[in-house]
């Protein structure tokens, strides 16, 4: 039985709760309700190309009739390798009006967990993006017995028979002969020369959506009908405590009623094409597909780009919602500091123009300060902000201010104004009221330095809505100050994306705001965070002993995240019971396969991998000095404890190591860099428990110094010379990554 004290609820007037919808009958509301020329538009090097929601409707409608055309049953699973683009909107819409099951397969993934998951889920048909993709996956897809039919979203138009891999003769014959491939296919729709498993037969989404048309008029009614509330909709693959990944089933009611909850609860937020979309998070993921679903109720005008456009066109596009991750914020954050931080530069003709502040803030001043230059001096000290009056009398039509260029984030400000307006941010808390004195220098900082910093995001921004990991207090009471509302929450794939969430009056910056309508959150006596409603995961696919331990018989999930409640009511995130851990990418890491390879080396006693919340994942290794002293004896070295575990030689021979456990896993998961601490770690100073296992937060609280170096600009000159040194003294060669290892994207 769960012990815990209270149950926290959504507070009065923060939203609705809609029970009963299914996925496609939020396109259908939206096509009757707000009819949008624009709802997807996907970048294109020739431009936007828009979509109406009414045809997004059309294509759904022919790529359904078209699966089930091809044989594909009710509950039949559907594997999306795709890019997140309007491509995989339109086939996961597809996949659901027939009543299929999809499995989104995120492209940062290893060959190896693509190749599981397409056989773990049963997967009878594989959609890829385009055919560079196919060509990647394909020699391996000799293991999916169940696998039948391959589809290309993005087949050139000039696409026909015979199709071709495009391999050469000797890579199609060792991949045939590897499949054990003894004739070939050649049936009209499939490759004629193809180096596939047998009986995969290949075809183009066009295809499909062409086989589709003929019976559009007469199935579309019969499709909707046939639809529950309580089907299963998709199955998302997350990592798994032994390091596969496992697949969280998910309802259309979990996901419907999660996205129209969160909807609901945000101020402001309308109906139809005013509001504007800049979408680049990955749509295998549950947090950008649940929003994009209630996007899509709602009627708005998303705009789908790619991470290493987005800032280009946040511009273009001038986004009036964005939903993002701290990182990108925290870059932005971080370059704001840095400008305000350095030195002011030589104003020369060059990098400094002088600007005419007249049309901009005559009305404005006027009004707030009537004519006043006295009192202005006094009480705001305008003259230490570099602001230059021409004569003794206080003449507005002669103002003007030297402005100094700042290319990375397009402001151009003098240096001390720019850092004045970052110290008046910094004392903004959001949900504490303020007085006149402050609100009145907030407005003077807005018109001349926040404005700026709202064209970084297009200017027309009402809710950047952030998620995937934790956003720093400091940071959010930063843009908050800035008239730039960034609204945190927080949620697993368990529980369809948002469990809490700031948003209208209930914005506390550090906490990921309060319950969604309809969820039930408790904090059990372990500090441990429970859930509980309709949001909830129907449990873990093929995997009944996992269910079990996640969810109680009376409905309660078990996060693995430990938090507290504040007195008003506000969840925060104080730490990890799981034993996998969150990057700030957004990216789980699940630790414990890379720690026990390191420990099958004789020389590691102990290996902690860390990173929760940072950039990148990094280890602390804890040697076993016996076995090192001997190795040294054996390389020549007589040293004591401390220098060894800095000598170039020995600091080569874990690198080793570390390369060797970093192969087979995903790019995110890698150990990008280590540190070797001269400690031990027992049960009697309280870094393990009685069973042998590490107590995590306790290692991130004692040895945090060491930790920040790992993460600090001085390890990289280290980390640097580290290097240069290891190449005139390596004992050991790091080990090979096979290409079957290899991600996808590393991109």
Not at 46 to 59: D, E, K, M, V
Not at 177 to 203: H, Y
Not at 458 to 484: M, P
Not at 661 to 678: D, E
């Amino acid at each position: 039985m769960l012990l815990y004290d209270q149950i926290y609820t959504a507070p009065p007037n923060s939203g609705n709760v809609l029970l009963g919808r299914t996925l496609p009958s939020l396109l259908d509301e939206a096509c009757d309700r707000a009819p949008n020329s624009h709802a997807l538009n996907q970048w294109t090097e020739q431009g936007w190309q828009p979509l109406s929601n009414q045809a997004f409707r059309t294509a759904v409608q022919e790529v359904a009739l078209g699966l089930l055309n091809l044989g594909l049953e009710k509950g039949d699973r559907v594997a999306l390798l795709m890019h997140s683009d309007v491509n995989f909107c339109i086939v996961d819409m597809g996949c659901l009006l027939a009543q299929l099951i999809d499995v989104p397969i995120d492209l940062s993934q290893t060959l190896e967990n693509i190749v599981f998951i397409t056989q773990h889920s049963e997967a009878k048909v594989l959609v890829v993006s385009n055919l560079d993709l196919l060509y990647q996956v394909v020699p391996y897809l000799c293991g999916t017995p169940n696998l039948q039919i391959a589809i290309v979203a993005d087949a050139p138009p000039d696409w026909q028979q015979p199709r071709s891999l495009g391999l050469d003769v000797e890579q199609e014959q060792e991949i045939s002969a590897c499949m054990g491939i003894s004739q070939l296919l050649s049936q009209p729709r499939r490759w004629q020369s193809c180096p596939t498993p047998p009986c995969i037969q290949i075809f183009s989404l066009t295809e499909i959506r062409q086989r589709g048309q003929a019976q559009i008029s007469n199935q579309q009614q019969h499709l909707r009908s046939a639809i529950a509330a309580g089907d299963l909709a998709t199955i998302i693959y997350i990592p798994g405590a032994t390091g596969k990944p496992q697949g969280v089933m998910l309802t259309h009611e979990n996901l419907s009623a999660n996205a129209l909850a969160m909807f609901s609860g945000i101020p402001d937020l309308e109906f139809g094409a005013k509001e504007v979309v800049l979408s680049f998070l990955p749509l295998t993921h549950v947090f950008a597909r649940v929003f994009f679903y209630g996007h899509l109720n709602y009627g708005h005008s998303v705009y789908f780009t790619t991470p290493n456009r987005v800032m280009k066109h946040l511009q273009e596009v001038q986004p009036t919602i964005f939903a993002t991750v701290p990182l990108l914020l925290e870059k932005i954050y971080q370059r704001i500091l840095e400008a305000g931080n350095k030195p002011a530069e030589p104003e020369t003709a060059k990098n400094v123009k002088q600007y005419d502040l007249l049309p901009r803030f005559r009305t404005f001043a006027a009004q707030m300060f009537q004519s006043k230059k006295e009192a202005l001096q006094r009480k705001f000290h305008l003259s230490s902000l570099g602001w230059q009056f021409p004569s003794p009398q206080f003449k507005l039509p002669h103002w003007r201010v030297y402005l100094t260029g700042w290319k990375s984030l397009q402001v151009e400000q003098t240096q001390r104004l720019l850092a004045w307006a970052i110290a008046l941010a910094q004392q903004y808390e959001l949900g504490q009221s303020s007085s006149g004195k402050y609100d009145l220098m907030l407005k003077l900082a807005d018109r001349l330095v926040f404005s700026r910093w709202r064209s970084v995001f297009g200017g027309h921004l009402k809710y950047a809505i952030c998620g995937g990991a934790a956003l720093k207090a400091e940071i959010a009471n930063l843009f908050a100050a800035a008239r730039i509302t960034i609204l945190q929450g927080y949620g697993l794939t368990e529980t369809s994306s948002a469990v809490a969430c700031n948003r209208g009056c209930f914005n506390r910056a550090g906490t990921v705001g309060v319950p969604l309508p309809g969820i039930e959150v408790a904090i059990a006596n372990d500090a441990e965070i429970l859930v509980r409603g309709p949001y909830v995961t129907q449990g873990y696919y093929k995997n009944p002993d996992a269910t079990r331990q996640a969810i109680e018989p009376d409905g309660w999930f078990h996060t693995g995240d430990i938090g507290v409640f504040t007195a008003d009511g506000f969840l925060k995130i104080t730490g990890l019971k799981k034993s996998h851990f969150k990057l700030s990418t957004g990216k789980y890491v699940t630790p414990q396969p890379l720690e026990n390879k390191l420990e099958q080396s004789p020389l590691v006693a102990k290996a902690v991998a860390v990173g929760s919340e940072r950039k990148f994942c990094a280890m602390l290794i804890f040697p076993n000095l016996d076995k090192l002293r001997e190795q040294a004896q054996v390389l020549g070295l007589n040293l004591p404890d401390e220098e060894l575990l800095n000598h170039p030689c020995i600091l080569a021979l874990y690198q080793a190591l570390v390369d060797e456990a970093n192969c087979h896993l995903p790019y995110w998961s890698l150990v990008k860099r280590f540190q070797l601490i001269n400690a031990t770690l027992s049960v009697e100073n309280g870094m393990l428990t009685p069973t042998g296992e590490v107590k995590r937060s306790k290692i991130a609280e004692m040895f945090a110094q060491e930790i920040n170096v790992l993460y600090g600009q001085e390890n990289l000159k280290q980390k640097t010379q580290r290097h240069e040194q290891l190449n005139l003294c390596s004992p050991m060669p790091a080990s090979t990554c096979p290409a079957y290892a290899q991600s996808l994207n590393r991109g």
